[in-house]
């Protein structure tokens, strides 16, 4: 006889078999009881408030050519961007002054020293324009620029940004061979963030969910990555077929499985939860871009984070990974009055003013 969804939910330790059923529930009584679980340790674990990370995606320019996203080097459409370090300034400003306690950084991938110079830069700016009362370390920074050298990633990390997000994408070796070009590998992925470890930052990764041809499987392993290499922060959100990519034909197959893939990549933040416990996981924008309340239902399935929009209007259309970006026309005011509403609405607290760093590494360290 099979052991009880109720005795399974319980257990301290999963084995990956035990994550692929959990990630397998489809009835709804037994999805009710995951989410419900997962909400239950996030509770216990991270506490009710909800933290803010104001994203600033300062950059389209990509040397890489990902096959799934819509800003990869082939891609002659995109009209190239690169904020000046005025408007990233202002920006990570808004976000101290309304109390969203951290920022994250976000652009294209790029390993010129100019470009790393431009960012410890920027980092050493932000840091030292925030610093107030309400916020005397400043804003917390993450940073999510791609694969970088050990000693990149410490300059970065000197100039002051704490905490660092790459996600691995998928830990299955031929996925991860199909969805990107020969030059990625996923070795050079899992020592980037060795390195980042070994520097002091805060560790975050995370994969796509729904990718063409990925199994439960391929996901329960994912799962058992993070547990396995003690990553303290998860961003995890569908993929989302952008047509200026070489996998736009996946697009038919794709809107066939939406709304399974939206019910799998709630799935996955409540097993994350589950099994790894005290991480912070990211209510992903990605979420949204498939349902309206998207990022609530991360919420509630146990995420406790969430990235609201502070890129300058003018230039947000041309930061588009996948197509269905919600927010594209909000500015970044509007966009926090209708989080804050959002969250409200699920019975969760807003976290002002506080960096919000995730329980994990505070254990860990
Ligand atoms: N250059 C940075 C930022 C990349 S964009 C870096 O390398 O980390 C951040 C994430 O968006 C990617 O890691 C990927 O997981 C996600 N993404 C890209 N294209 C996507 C798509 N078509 N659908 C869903 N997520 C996508």
């Not at 408007?87 to 790029?110: K, M, P």
Request: proline letters at 3%; charged letters at 25%.
């Amino acid at each position: 006889m099979t052991q009880s969804l109720t005795a399974l939910l319980a257990q301290k330790t999963f084995s990956t078999a035990d994550i692929a059923r959990l990630l397998s529930l489809t009835g709804p009584a037994d999805v009710e009881l995951l989410r419900s679980r997962a909400h239950e340790l996030v509770l216990k674990h991270c506490g009710s408030h909800v933290f803010f990370r104001g994203l600033i995606e300062f950059s389209n320019i990509c040397v890489s050519d990902c096959n799934y996203c819509g800003i990869r080097k082939s891609n002659e459409a995109v009209d190239r961007y690169m904020l000046s370090k005025d408007d990233i300034l202002e920006s990570a400003r808004f976000c101290a002054e309304v109390g969203y306690g951290s920022a994250v950084l976000q652009s294209g991938e790029r390993i010129d020293e100019a470009f790393v110079a431009f960012i410890e830069d920027i980092v050493r700016s932000i840091k030292k324009e925030t610093v107030s009362s309400t916020l005397p370390g400043g804003l917390g920074i993450t940073l999510c620029v791609g694969e970088q050298t050990e000693d990149v990633y410490r300059r970065f990390y000197n100039a002051g940004a704490h905490r660092y997000l790459l996600r691995i994408e998928t830990t299955s070796p031929t996925l991860f061979a199909k969805i990107h070009p020969p030059q990625q590998s996923l070795a050079n992925r899992m020592d980037c963030l060795d390195r980042l470890r070994r520097v002091g930052f805060q560790v975050g990764t995370g994969v796509m969910i729904g990718l063409p041809e990925q199994t439960i499987e391929d996901l329960a392993n994912d799962i058992q990555f993070f547990k396995r290499t003690s990553i303290d922060m998860i961003g995890m959100g569908p993929y989302i077929v952008h047509h200026q990519t070489p996998m736009a034909h996946y697009d038919r197959d794709i809107a066939a499985r939406k709304d399974a893939v939206f019910l799998l990549a709630l799935k996955m933040i409540a097993v994350t939860r589950i099994v790894c416990k005290d991480v912070n996981i990211a209510a992903t924008t990605a979420l949204q871009a498939m349902q309206y309340d998207g990022r609530e239902q991360g919420l509630c399935f146990g995420a406790n984070i969430v990235m609201p929009q502070t890129t300058p209007v003018d230039v947000r259309n041309n930061y588009l990974l996948y197509e269905g970006k919600p927010c594209l026309d909000e500015n970044a005011s509007q966009c926090k009055s209708c989080l804050e509403r959002r969250i409200r609405s699920v019975g969760r607290e807003i976290g002002t003013n506080e960096w919000g760093d995730s329980q994990h590494f505070a254990a860990r360290s």
